[in-house]
């Protein structure tokens, strides 16, 4: 007679959480269908995506991406706890609550302890954020630990996995770099398709640099081509401490400006555009001016600066509009960046990428 299969027992201490009064049934999760005929395609109704964090994480996996110590733990650790919560994610955009799964595998119950405590601030820490340390590698049962929990808690909203490079696992022999990067995140993007949900993997960039941030993922294209979104988290000048970079299948190609307020361990989305906070004090001014004022020249701007002369005007807006930050016409009249004559919008809102509301 042979022996019954293991089943892995990590996660498995973790009480579901309850989505109901007593006796309430756990929904039926209906099998993916994989294969259409083109009319049939054309009359499906499909939800819309769901979003972790509406305009940064949407369902599937996002490779969150960023250089040793930049904070991407503190980032993602946040983002888990304010989802748990519901409420607003990085201090700015609303969440809808629900439970997530923060793999911490690098990190031990007191340290987490300590920087739940900093980010909560006298908060109660909610039931919805399960933590676990230790987990195996996605092909060596760690899949199945997390679809079990994931089965635990129908409602789930994300899985974190930090740091990805330890759920990885080895790769096939003889595969390319390529197609082992690509399969690793396989793993990964077969959970949070049949689930629809969240899978939010932290990774390293490379040591150089580069003005393409996707390429800047450290391994091959493997990685980016296989997820459904990439996030790149760069430190920055200016007034922001860090630029989240974003792009994906699902969310439009985006940059938001990040303030890390060490006290509190957070980071905090700032207002408006990504390049108000990462250029120094003058060009903000000028810029903050030209986008309710476009078509202005040197001499106006500097009307509405009485801080700033002229000459330091005229020669700040030289070196933007050669550094692409704004753009001239033949006239010596200038506009920010992609506006040739057009008002821009002056929401003090952050710009969040589209998302369904």
């Not at 305009?55 to 304010?82: D, Q, R, T, Y």
């Not at 040197?298 to 002369?309: G, M, N, T, Y």
């Not at 005007?313 to 033949?330: E, F, H, P, Y």
């Amino acid at each position: 007679m042979s022996a019954a299969p293991l089943i892995p027992n990590h996660l498995s201490s973790v009480p579901p959480t309850p989505v109901g009064g007593k006796g309430d049934a756990q929904p039926v999760r209906e099998r993916t269908r994989t294969a259409w005929t083109a009319d049939e395609l054309m009359a499906a109704d499909f939800p819309e995506p769901k979003w972790a964090v509406p305009g940064v994480i949407s369902e599937g996996v996002n490779l969150l991406a960023g250089p040793p110590k930049v904070g991407k733990s503190w980032l993602s650790l946040g983002l888990g706890l304010s989802v748990a919560a519901g409420g607003k994610a990085m201090d700015t955009v609303p969440v809808e609550g629900g439970p997530v799964l923060y793999l911490a595998l690098e990190d031990t119950p007191r340290r987490l302890q300590s920087r739940m405590g900093k980010i909560l601030g006298g908060q109660p820490a909610p039931s919805g954020l399960t933590l676990a340390t230790t987990c195996p590698p996605l092909p060596q049962d760690g899949n199945e630990a997390i679809c079990q929990w994931l089965e635990r808690h129908p409602v789930a909203r994300m899985v974190v996995i930090d740091v990805f490079a330890k759920m990885r696992g080895n790769s096939a022999p003889g595969a390319s770099a390529y197609d082992a990067d690509y399969a690793a995140v396989g793993h990964a993007k077969r959970i949070a398709d049949h689930y629809g949900i969240a899978v939010v993997l932290v990774h390293h960039v490379r040591k150089a640099g580069s003005d393409d941030f996707l390429t800047e993922v450290s391994g091959t294209n493997g990685l980016a081509g296989a997820a459904d979104a990439t996030l790149v988290l760069k430190r920055s000048r200016g007034q922001a401490d860090g630029v989240l970079h974003v792009t994906g299948r699902d969310v439009d190609e985006a940059e938001y400006a990040l303030q890390f307020h060490a006290a509190a361990g957070a980071w905090q989305m700032l207002e408006g555009p990504a390049t108000d906070h990462t250029i120094g004090d003058t060009r903000a001014a000028i810029l903050r001016h030209l986008r309710t004022n476009p078509g202005a020249k040197p001499k106006d701007i500097a009307a509405a600066l009485p801080e700033v002369s002229e000459d330091t005007v005229r020669r700040n807006c030289s070196r933007m509009a050669t550094d692409g930050q704004l753009s001239k016409d033949s006239s010596g009249r200038y506009y920010p960046p992609g506006n040739t004559g057009q008002p821009q919008d002056t929401s003090e809102v952050p710009q969040l990428s589209d998302y369904p509301t």
